[in-house]
């Protein structure tokens, strides 16, 4: 997992080119991201997965042309709904999901309200309840991390997946 950094809210606009939430430069245009405000909404999960299944499509990552391909783009469903039910259980709910695609990564972030720090379960145990989202995040992902909100309570948690093989 990567270090927790705060971040204004200004920093926040993948379609504006401003300064990215990881200290870079965000040069993802309208064309690559996605912003779905989830503040008040119920079926917050399902939303969510079709809210990325949809982007996915748009993308071209869906329909799947290869099993690589359906893999990368189930990895990207599975990993988008553990951190938002993971925000549901443990942060008081997600206020936004953001996606954003590069040509090498899939980048998704999960905004909420909650104070807590989300942890793979250690150690993992494979028949115990519950538990296992930040796990599944950790085994699926090329990396993780935890963004401070430096203007307002909460926290960003986001997650990468490397994009499939064109």
């Given at each position: ?73 189930e990895d990207v469903l599975l990993v988008v709904s553990e ?84």
């Amino acid at each position: 997992m990567s270090t927790t950094r705060p971040y204004a809210a200004d920093d926040r606009g993948p379609e504006t080119g401003a300064t990215g939430r990881d200290g870079g430069t965000d040069t993802v245009g309208p064309d690559n991201a996605r912003r779905l405000p989830l503040t008040g909404e119920s079926g917050i999960v399902p939303r969510a997965r079709d809210f990325t299944r949809q982007a996915l499509h748009d993308w071209g990552w869906l329909p799947a042309a290869s099993a690589d391909r359906r893999a990368a783009a189930e990895d990207v469903l599975l990993v988008v709904s553990e951190l938002v039910t993971n925000a549901c259980l443990h942060a008081g709910g997600p206020t936004e999901l953001l996606l954003r695609r590069s040509p090498k990564a899939l980048r998704m972030e999960v905004l909420d309200s909650g104070p807590g720090e989300p942890a793979p379960r250690t150690p993992h145990r494979a028949g115990r309840p519950g538990g296992h989202g930040m796990f599944i995040v950790q085994r699926l992902c090329l990396d993780w991390g935890v963004i401070r909100n430096a203007d307002r309570p909460g926290k960003t948690v986001w997650a990468e997946l490397a994009a499939p093989p064109a």
